[in-house]
């Protein structure tokens, strides 16, 4: 034989094989691709006969394949001598494939499988210890999510908490006309000119002569109990004042001191209208001037109104009845401040008792040089909406006063205070707007 070993080949893969030459002919998987070759076989001469080329290599599978370039030489073992055997040369053997992978279902593998791991299932006792914990988590999550509409509604809802403080805080709407607003815009009975100015000190002298006058400061119609404490006496002469009928059952009931004609020019000369509720609050006690204040906030029933806590004081100097104190009840209940502030004017400047509450800056757009002033909210009472703003300069000597330490007025703050308010045209003739003139009392103090 001419050659140990054959070269060829792979027609698919196109690797070089080398099988030995007794495996000419035979039929098998490539090593590399796995596909059936063949061996091409030896072409030995016979004597006598031509020698005919082997068959090209493009008829093996019908693929083109390069010829067979010259025969390697076998390669001798280090190990043998000249004349020793020959190692037998082996196909190259690579790695076999593995089948493609399967995927697993949880549900194929048996070891999830029911009855296979019964102890992740029950306990040994047939019971489910952490079946409450699926009931306990979703009923946790519900009951705070409740809580949380609960409070949201309460404080943003009509009427809750929230709507109020942005209501407050909001700007100023127009007030409706008279008849249709406020339950000051009802119980208002006169103007401001015909209102009550002055208390009468002394009697009224009978220019006829007939011995009759007209009745000046008298003793309270409520006989005195030494065994009733001044706060309870304080309540029963404001509702004795809210009930009274007309304004006679009331001269004795106010302070400072009004004739009957005088109480007569007002909304006092009749019934009031139903009360809806009295709120007290704490009392306050000026032991310089020796008296005694019982502030209440009074609401009353108005068809087609809403409802707004009115501030009533009752007051008590020293050992004498205690009394309404009529100027701050004409002013709010009274409608003189809505009166008043409701449209632009220009009467001289007026007195009023209110609930005053500073605000600093000034986001009134048809305020003239808002960025100069801030604000001073005029509230019929402690709480609720306010009756009108006012407004002051930065650089006047009141926004001094709401900076002092030493001055009871407080940003944001509301308290009672007596002030002065006129209509300002002189800055801006067509916007006119409520000029803060002075603050007379940090109280309802003459």
Not at 109 to 130: M, W
Request: neutral net charge; glycine residues 6%; aromatic residues 6%.
């Amino acid at each position: 034989m001419a050659a140990e070993t054959l070269t060829f080949i792979c027609p698919r893969c196109q690797i070089r094989l080398n099988v030995p030459a007794s495996m000419a002919g035979v039929t098998g998987p490539c090593p590399g691709c796995r596909e059936q070759i063949t061996a091409p076989r030896l072409f030995m001469p016979v004597p006598g006969e031509p020698v005919t080329a082997p068959r090209p290599p493009e008829a093996v599978h019908g693929v083109a394949v390069p010829a067979a370039g010259p025969p390697v030489p076998p390669v001798k073992s280090p190990c043998a001598g000249a004349a020793g055997p020959r190692i037998r040369p082996e196909p190259r053997r690579t790695q076999e494939r593995l089948p493609p992978l399967k995927p697993i279902r949880s549900t194929d593998d048996p070891l999830f499988s029911r009855g296979e791991v019964p102890a992740l299932r029950q306990t040994p006792g047939g019971r489910r210890p952490y079946r409450w914990v699926h009931v306990l988590y979703p009923a946790i999550f519900l009951a705070l999510a409740a809580t949380i509409v609960g409070l949201l509604l309460f404080h943003y809802g009509p009427g809750g908490p929230g709507q109020q403080i942005l209501r407050l805080s909001g700007p100023l709407e127009d007030v409706p006309p008279a008849g249709t607003g406020s339950p000051a815009d009802r119980l208002i009975e006169a103007p401001l000119e015909d209102s009550f100015e002055d208390p009468l000190e002394e009697p009224l002298a009978d220019p006829a002569g007939t011995g009759s006058s007209t009745p000046g400061p008298t003793e309270s119609s409520i006989p005195p109990n030494s065994e009733k404490s001044p706060a309870i006496l304080a309540n029963e002469l404001l509702d004795a004042f809210l009930a009274a009928p007309d304004a006679a059952s009331r001269i004795d009931m106010v302070e400072p001191a009004a004739s009957e004609p005088e109480l007569a020019a007002t909304l006092l000369k009749g019934p009031l209208p139903a009360v809806a509720r009295v709120s007290p609050d704490l009392p306050q006690q000026h032991a310089e001037e020796q008296m005694t204040d019982y502030p209440f906030r009074v609401s009353f029933f108005i068809k087609d109104a809403p409802t707004v806590e009115f501030a009533v004081l009752v007051r008590q100097r020293g050992a004498q009845p205690p009394r309404v104190f009529l100027p701050a009840f004409l002013d709010l209940v009274g409608g003189r401040l809505t009166e008043f502030t409701r449209q632009p004017n220009r009467r001289p400047p007026a007195v009023f008792h209110v609930h005053l509450e500073p605000i600093d800056g000034c986001y009134e757009k048809n305020v003239p040089g808002a960025d100069r002033k801030f604000t001073l909210k005029l509230l019929p009472g402690p709480v609720g909406r306010e009756t009108a703003r006012a407004y002051a300069a930065n650089a006047s000597r009141f926004r001094e006063q709401m900076e002092s330490p030493s001055s009871p007025l407080r940003w944001g703050i509301r308290r009672r205070a007596t002030v002065t308010l006129q209509w300002n045209h002189k800055e801006d003739p067509e916007r006119p707007y409520l000029e803060l003139v002075d603050i007379n009392s940090p109280d309802w103090n003459p």
